[in-house]
Structures are given as C-alpha cells and as structure tokens.
C-alpha cells in the first residue's frame, strides 16, 4: 500500500514553499536576532488563505471539502513554513489550532460571526489561555477562576507560556477557568473568550525564550476581569475537555512542523557535504557523515508518513467516515511523539555535521537547534504522549 498525497496537494505545496523562500527565508535571521514579530508578514500568510484552510466560506475560509483534503493541506503549509523557519511556523500551527479552531467547533453562531472572519483572514490573531505556573501537563489543576455575577463572567487568576497572546494584531485569547464544583466534587473547568484591551486584561513582556524567538509569546494576568456572560465557549463545565480534543489536532500539527523542520536539516546537511572539503574531497564521501545522513533522511520519511496518515484520519473524520475518534487520538499522540523527538536527534545531527560552524548563529543549523527542543515540550510533552499511547493499549498507567 503507498500513501501520496493529491496532484493538488503538491500544487498547493508549490505555492507555500516559494512563498517562504520569498517573503520569509530572506529576513528570518535578522527577525531571530531581534526578537522581531513580523506582523506584515502573519498578514500576507493570510491574504494567502493559509489561516483559513479549515474553515468554510461563509467565514472567509478556503471552504475546502473534506473529501479534498483540508487538515492535510493545514499540515502542508505548517511543514513548508517550518521548514523556512520554526517560529512562523507555530504562528500559523497556533493561529489555527489553537485560536481559530476551538471557536469555530465549539463556539456559538454569534461567537462565528463576531470573530473568525478577522482570524480566517490572518488579519487578527488568537491565543488559547491554557498553562499556568501550577496547571500544564496537569490542566485540571488550573487556579483560575471565574463568577458569574449580573450577566458577566468576572475573571481572575493568569497564564504562562501563551502564544499569539500579545501581538499588535492579537485579538481574543480564550481562556480556561474554574467557574464552580461538580456534582463529583472536582473542579468545574470552562473556557471564556476575553477580547483583547478588555480592563484588566494584561500581557506580560514577551519571554526572552532558547529558542522561537520570533514567535509572540506572554504570559497573561487577569484581575477582576469582565466579559458578557455568552462568551462562555461551548457548555459550561466542559472547557477542559474541550481543550483535550483540539490538542489532538494540534499534535498532528506539531507534527508537521517537526517533518519541516527535519527536512531542512537534510536540506543543509546535503548542501554543506558537498561544498566543504576536507583532506582533498567534499566530506560527504565520508561515511562517517554520510551515514548520519542518511539516518536524516530515514527520520524524514518516517514521520512524515506519520504525520500525514494522522491527517489523513482527520479528513477522513471530517468527510464523516474512517477511523474512530479513539484510533485518531493513538495516531495523534505517535506522530507528535515520534517526530518531536526526531527532530531534536535530526538538529543535534545536523550541528555535528557542520561542525564549528554548526555552533555559530550565522548558519540555520544553530537556529534550527534552539527552536527544536520546544517540539518535546509544547502540546503536550513526550511523557504525557507515552502515557496516552501507553493507555490506548489498555494499560492502566498513571
């Protein structure tokens, strides 16, 4: 059985990557030195459609059929920005999965209405508030909370690690918060959109992160903060679980940001080979790094197709067949494992065979190094995936 993806697949990947070369690759080394969020730029990936590729028309979406493919093409795009650079590429990953994403599954037609045609237009941004310093892994710990008093939902409490939270064109973060006890005695998690310049609603300075240092990064505090009571997001009490099902998408996501990023280690790995010499040849004729090499290249291949029969999954869900939602989840969870940890293995690689030069920030491998680490860490770690693979199985593990 082969896996290939669509005539117009390919066609559509054309179009990203000679945008990235164009309009991304030539900047992305001074934007990483300076710590710079090019807002210009997230723009024109919108004018582009590649925030909408989810969403339906009648939001300003690409409206693609599921049949055709539309999580595939997402993932397409993701893996042809990373590969250019990592930073973009979660602005867009985030962009979608994490902002746009929970409002058009689980928001109401008014929340549709009022706030996805900027976002599917990548004319606004959205973050989802999630972690906090006591909350990550464990989400169900979240310390935020929120009441409900006269009509409105008054908010306290604050985030960590939020993404597209802070930006000049970031418009609406939805967050998590404890809004009562259930029956069961267990906290009450629901999620709440919160408008940015809403009082009270704040954006820390930016982290100065190892790596990702293009991306827009804050943490969040809220403090006595008022919202109308039908910005609740989805059914009350439901926010937490909410939140797990749009993480299965985005691993898939992660996913294909971790092959770009793998294929430009063996984009630059292969180029340098052949243009350094050493002891009178290029030094790829040495097997001691051609051979590394070429484990590259077996790494690619492998969690490419991962990552793509999960998005294949995903459409087929979308066309309203093919596998079960628990079948997703397990697919899910092995991409984002395996190709977050490919690509940490793939950059250490890439670094050993350019050397010293490997270790200086004028070379992409460098950056590439630092943004790497993030993939084991961001929706969900590689210890919560083992455990959720490991469950799947049917093991009884904690």
């Avoid at 896996?3 to 070369?21: G, I, Y």
């Avoid at 090019?38 to 969403?55: I, N, R, S």
């Avoid at 250490?348 to 190094?369: H, L």
Wanted: hydrophobic letters at 40%; proline letters at 4%.
């Amino acid at each position: 059985m082969t896996f290939e993806l669509s005539r117009e697949h390919e066609e559509f990947r054309r179009t990203v990557r000679d945008f990235a070369a164009s309009t991304i690759a030539p900047h992305v080394a001074q934007w990483d030195r300076d710590h710079h969020f090019p807002t210009d730029v997230v723009q024109q990936m919108g004018e582009l459609g590649l925030f909408g590729l989810t969403a339906p028309e009648e939001f300003g979406g690409a409206g693609i059929d599921a049949a055709d493919g539309p999580f595939t093409s997402l993932c397409i795009a993701i893996e042809e920005i990373g590969r250019v650079d990592q930073s973009m590429g979660i602005t867009l990953e985030a962009g979608v999965s994490l902002g746009i994403n929970p409002i058009l599954t689980f928001g109401t037609d008014a929340q549709r209405k009022e706030w996805l045609p900027d976002l599917v237009a990548g004319r606004r941004l959205a973050g989802f508030g999630l972690t906090e310093p006591g909350a990550g892994s464990d989400a169900g710990a979240t310390r935020t909370k929120a009441e409900l008093v006269d009509g409105e939902w008054v908010i306290n409490g604050g985030k960590q690690f939020i993404t597209n939270s802070g930006s000049a064109i970031t418009s609406v973060v939805t967050v998590t918060a404890r809004t009562g006890t259930s029956e069961a005695g267990k906290p009450e998690i629901s999620a709440i959109i919160v408008p940015s310049g809403t009082p009270g609603f704040e954006a820390g300075p930016s982290y100065d992160k190892l790596g990702w240092h293009i991306s827009d990064t804050h943490p969040l505090t809220l403090t006595d903060v008022r919202v109308p009571e039908q910005n609740l997001l989805g059914e009350r009490g439901r926010g937490y679980a909410q939140f797990l099902s749009t993480l299965d998408d985005g691993r898939v996501a992660i996913g294909a940001l971790a092959v770009g990023l793998i294929q430009a280690c063996v984009d630059l790995c292969v180029q340098y080979s052949l243009d350094r010499q050493t002891m009178g040849g290029p030094i790829g004729r040495k097997q001691g790094v051609a051979f590394q090499i070429a484990d590259l290249e077996v790494m690619l291949h492998a969690s490419r197709l991962l990552t793509y029969r999960a998005a294949a999954m995903k459409d087929a869900m979308l066309a309203g067949g093919g596998p079960s939602m628990k079948e997703f989840k397990q697919a899910a969870s092995i991409a984002k494992l395996y190709t977050s940890e490919s690509a940490v293995t793939a950059t250490r690689i890439a670094t050993q065979v350019f050397g010293g030069y490997g270790f200086m920030e004028e070379y992409p491998v460098a950056r590439f190094y630092r943004d790497a680490k993030i993939l084991e860490i961001g929706e969900g770690t590689s210890e919560v995936q083992r455990m959720l693979i490991a469950r799947g199985l049917g093991l009884p593990v904690e």
